[in-house]
């Protein structure tokens, strides 16, 4: 069964770059047909979807976190990433790292990562 682990920084700067790892076991994030993808919760609010990267490395964002967020990976370690710039207080959320099969059905979720960005 497929395992997700979120990992990171808890506490960020104001401004600086935010960067988690997603471990993923038990299956290859080049496996057909599954979307790897960063869901984050801000405290009190709904999820908010930030982006993906499919099983042939392509990516692709929420539009109104495009200008900030990178998601790559690395395949021989079975690794996603997730980059946002500039961060600011707002960004501070629980992150989860997602496996979906494709067709918007998100299938296995990480336990989440807290992630506070402070001055």
């Known amino acids: 069964q497929v395992r997700l682990q979120e990992s990171g920084p808890g506490l960020v700067e104001v401004s600086q770059t935010l960067s988690l790892t997603c471990n993923v076991s038990?299956?290859?994030?080049?496996?057909?047909?599954?979307?790897w993808m960063w869901i984050r919760q801000v405290r009190g609010k709904e999820l908010e979807w930030m982006g993906a990267?499919?099983?042939?490395?392509?990516?692709y964002y929420n539009p109104s976190l495009l200008s900030r967020t990178s998601i790559y990976r690395d395949t021989s370690k079975n690794q996603v990433f997730l980059h946002l710039i500039s961060a600011t207080p707002e960004d501070t959320a629980v992150y989860y790292c997602?496996?979906?099969?494709?067709?918007?059905?998100?299938?296995?979720w990480g336990q989440g990562t807290q992630v506070t960005v402070s001055s």
């Open positions: 990267i499919n099983y042939r490395g392509g990516t």
């Open positions: 997602v496996r979906d099969t494709g067709t918007w059905y998100q299938d296995s």
């Open positions: 038990a299956v290859s994030i080049t496996t057909a047909p599954y979307h």
